[in-house]
């Protein structure tokens, strides 16, 4: 068979060559190969792609395997070749201009698929720098500047002002409030804490007392404001000591500038006559007892400060040597001698503060028993109230005198004669027998107040000899009793945090020969152990707070400073008040 | 040498800067003994926070300045210098600001911004000192651009070899010039590695397909292979020449980026501070 093939060639400016051959041979071989009849050199082109036959004057293309062709954009392994047929090989187009039976094929062949700019594909395939990947430096700025913006700057403001957006957010794992949040709260504050406006009533202001006092209203203030009105007293804020946001255990000022700023020269800047004070260790006054004086006329207590290391004497009115009851030999006691030591009488508080309160009945009472006749210690007579105490008596005496037979000589007959049983007794025999009991009650009770038993303890004094005839009792008085339960009231000692210690390492109990001792130790027992923060190393750091309350002003609450006085007509009346002290 | 340059810059003027601030902070956190604890809200807190506020401000002006040619403001070179000092600086000064308190907040929030900030631009000034040695290196005098020439003369070289042999090898050829490519996504460049190289894959098949050869055809075969080895070559010192360029850029994604959340979290944090007084 013979082919008539034209290779046409486009030109850029339009217009195409064509380049004649003619190919012959039993069948014709289309391919990449020199071998083939056709010879087309891409290398897209298998080595034997295609096979051209002559059937009959007809004529056939057929693929060769492993490649294919596109007939008419068909895929196709085989066709019959008729005129205006294209055929696609590769990147060449076969087009049939002519497969009339019986005369030579005539086809063009042209290379329409050119293969790509290797080098610009190469580039267009490849991303070699990372802002070529998509990354915008400049876009994510913006987004992360604005996403953080609007939660953490724009969100909390708008929640302050705005309620609507704080119901929206209110459950938000991130709040507004919490998000701004310096710092865990206070235990006792975190039932509202995390609503920031609950302190914080107004932006750019710092938190109000009055926000505190919503709830502390009955917390006291230190002195009197007005009295006071001092720059450092009264501008300073709860929050300047209560520091909030520090953790659940809250914290609170403890150094000594708490105090000491104004109590270091308060004389001179108030006017005051309290003792100015700074450091525990060096520049601490003398401790000063607060304790009871007597006043034998008007029959009243007051109080008095007086420095221990004066060795003040207080007027308790009570009689209680406290060396009798600590000698080494023992005190009698009903079941013999007996070693009393301090914890007999003084037992700690359940708080483990101060102690409980030292009372007869269960201090004294076992020892110190009420006896009126020594033939009956069963028999006592009531503590604390004379009358009472005369009453028991005459009737005690009362009942013996009319039952008879009672052995005294001086006694009237009715009293000593012993009745049978059913006799009666005349009128005047009654009356004798109660006068003389009555005789008997007060000479026991004179016996027992002046002489005997109460006034082992008491000031026992005879006001009244009474008139028996008359049916008046005679009277004596006890002086009344005030025992201290606190020397110090102003400082809070804990004995429980003492216990390490023994009772006499700071109380000289048992040299004390008089109730009127006070045997409270003075500043210096203290200052052994205890020192400010200039303190020796060797002490122990204590500073105003750890004895000194702060909240201290008894009839000045926090809640009243709502409905203070507006700062001027404060300092008209402090001004009335520094007159008065003048 | 310009990294020798930035650290000695001006007779390590900010470096001795940097430890005067270092030092005088340190030194200022140690004495000061505020009665609620070391924290942003005492005097030195508001100084320390002050302070850092302000150097963040200025570091983040070097973006600035370094773009505004016609400034005045002293030499980029300064600016830069002083921008890397600074910034370690900001590290102490800050964390004594905070006085070690953290927790979950828009102040800690800061806090770790301004961390992975300064922790992206030191790991910038490591790339600045080692990659553009290995650049060079790598490069043996070229640019990336003629090696890309040089790959797409080489796919030429291969197909024109491979023209006489079987269809399978040039199919793989075909294969090599078409999907090879340099880089890609951010990985890709990162790692410096394609796992799947068309150049590597048609070099191994090539290699396996040429066994198959009559004799007669073993000097084209060889020939291929040589290329395709040539190839696979200059494939790996692209992609690691890209990897380079990636390791000096890739921090700026995000000291740049973080550094403005940075601006935002610092300004919400100083709101709130004074918002909340």
């Given amino acids: ?582 | 040498m310009m990294h020798q340059s930035l650290f000695v810059y001006s007779g390590y003027r900010y470096f001795k800067l940097c430890m005067v601030l270092i030092i005088t902070s340190v030194i200022a956190y140690a004495i000061h003994t505020p009665v609620d604890g070391p924290n942003g809200g005492t005097w030195l807190g508001y100084t320390l926070g002050g302070l850092g506020a302000a150097i963040i401000l200025l570091l983040m002006w070097f973006g600035m300045r370094k773009r505004s040619y016609k400034s005045d403001m002293g030499q980029v070179q300064g600016w830069l210098s002083a921008h890397v000092y600074l910034g370690v600086a900001l590290i102490i000064i800050a964390t004594l600001h905070a006085g070690f308190q953290i927790g979950w907040n828009i102040h800690t929030l800061a806090y770790i911004l301004m961390f992975i900030v300064i922790f992206s631009g030191i790991f910038g000034v490591y790339a600045y000192l080692r990659y553009p040695a290995l650049m060079t290196k790598n490069r043996r005098g070229n640019t990336l651009e003629l090696m890309l020439v040089e790959m797409s003369e080489l796919d030429r070289e291969c197909r024109e070899a491979a023209a006489q042999l079987t269809d399978e090898i040039n199919k793989c050829i075909l294969d090599c010039s078409e999907n090879t490519k340099i880089g890609g996504s951010v990985w890709q460049q990162l790692s410096g590695k394609d796992s799947n190289c068309a150049t590597l894959a048609a070099f191994n098949k090539a290699g396996e397909l040429n066994k198959l050869l009559p004799k007669e055809m073993a000097g084209d075969a060889s020939h291929l292979m040589t290329l395709l080895g040539k190839k696979c070559e200059l494939v790996q010192r692209a992609r690691r020449d890209v990897q380079y360029k990636a390791m000096m850029d890739i921090w700026l994604y995000f000291h740049v980026p973080l550094s403005f959340a940075l601006l935002a979290a610092l300004t919400a944090h100083v709101v709130s501070i004074f918002f909340y007084w």
């Fill in chain 1, 1 to 582: 068979m013979q082919c008539k093939v034209s290779f046409l060639t486009r030109k850029s400016r339009g217009g195409v060559t064509h380049i004649d051959e003619i190919v012959s041979g039993s069948s014709i071989r289309v391919g990449r190969s020199t071998e083939n009849e056709l010879y087309l050199s891409d290398f897209r082109v298998s080595l034997h792609h295609a096979t051209i036959h002559d059937r009959q004057g007809r004529y056939y293309i057929e693929a060769e395997s492993g490649s294919d062709l596109r007939v008419n954009n068909a895929i196709a392994q085989s066709t019959r070749l008729n005129k205006g047929d294209k055929i696609a090989v590769g990147p060449y187009d076969i087009e049939v201009i002519s497969a009339e039976e019986g005369q030579d094929l005539d086809i063009t062949i042209e290379l329409v698929r050119q293969l790509g700019d290797d080098l610009e594909q190469l580039k267009q395939r490849s991303t070699t720098t990372l802002a070529a990947t998509g990354f915008s430096r400049r876009r994510w700025s913006w987004v992360f500047y604005t996403i953080i913006s609007l939660l953490f700057l724009v969100l909390p403001i708008s929640a302050f002002f705005s309620d609507a957006v704080r119901d929206v957010f209110k459950d938000a794992p991130i709040t507004a409030d919490v998000a701004w949040k310096s710092g865990e709260f206070e235990s006792a504050h975190t039932f509202f804490a995390n609503d920031c406006k609950a302190c914080h009533q107004e932006a750019f202001t710092t938190v109000r007392d009055t926000a505190c006092a919503t709830c502390h209203t009955e917390t006291h203030t230190h002195a009197d404001p007005q009295f006071f009105e001092l720059s450092g007293l009264n501008e300073t804020r709860c929050a300047t000591c209560h520091k909030e946001h520090n953790g659940r255990d809250g914290l609170v000022r403890r150094d000594e500038g708490l105090c000491g700023d104004c109590h270091k020269d308060l004389d001179t800047t108030t006017g005051t006559d309290l003792t100015n004070v700074q450091d525990f260790g060096n520049n601490h006054p003398d401790f000063k007892a607060t304790m009871f004086r007597f006043d034998a006329r008007a029959k009243t207590f007051s109080t008095n400060r007086e420095a221990l290391k004066d060795k003040p004497v207080e007027t308790s009115n009570l009689k209680f040597p406290h060396d009798k009851h600590l000698t080494v030999e023992g005190v009698d006691a009903p079941g013999g001698s007996r070693v009393m030591v301090c914890a007999d009488c003084h037992q700690a508080e359940p708080g483990g503060i101060g102690m409980k309160p030292i009372v007869m009945k269960d201090h004294c009472s076992e020892c110190h028993r009420l006896e009126f006749e020594a033939d009956i210690p069963d028999r006592i007579v009531p503590h604390g109230n004379l009358e009472h105490i005369l009453y028991t008596l005459t009737e005690y005496y009362g009942n013996l005198a009319l039952k008879g037979g009672y052995d005294d000589l001086d006694a009237p007959a009715v009293v000593r004669n012993r009745r049978r049983p059913g006799q009666r007794i005349t009128k005047r025999e009654r009356k004798d027998a109660f006068l003389w009991a009555k005789q008997k009650a007060f000479d026991v009770g004179e016996d027992l107040f002046e002489d005997r038993v109460c006034s082992t303890c008491h000031d026992v004094t005879k006001v009244s000899d009474g008139n028996l005839r008359d049916g008046d009792a005679p009277k004596w008085e006890i002086a009344p009793v005030r025992l201290a339960d606190t020397w110090l009231p102003k400082a809070r000692f804990v004995h429980n945090k003492h216990q390490t210690m023994q009772c006499t390492d700071c109380h000289d109990a048992a040299k004390s020969e008089e109730s009127g001792d006070v045997l409270i130790p003075a500043i210096d027992n203290c200052q052994q152990c205890h020192a400010g923060t200039e303190a020796a190393h060797n002490k122990i750091e204590s500073t105003c707070v750890d004895c000194h309350g702060f909240h201290i002003a008894e009839d000045f609450l926090l809640g009243d400073r709502k409905g203070m006085p507006a700062r001027k007509a404060m300092s008209a009346t402090a001004e009335r008040m520094d007159k008065n002290i003048k």
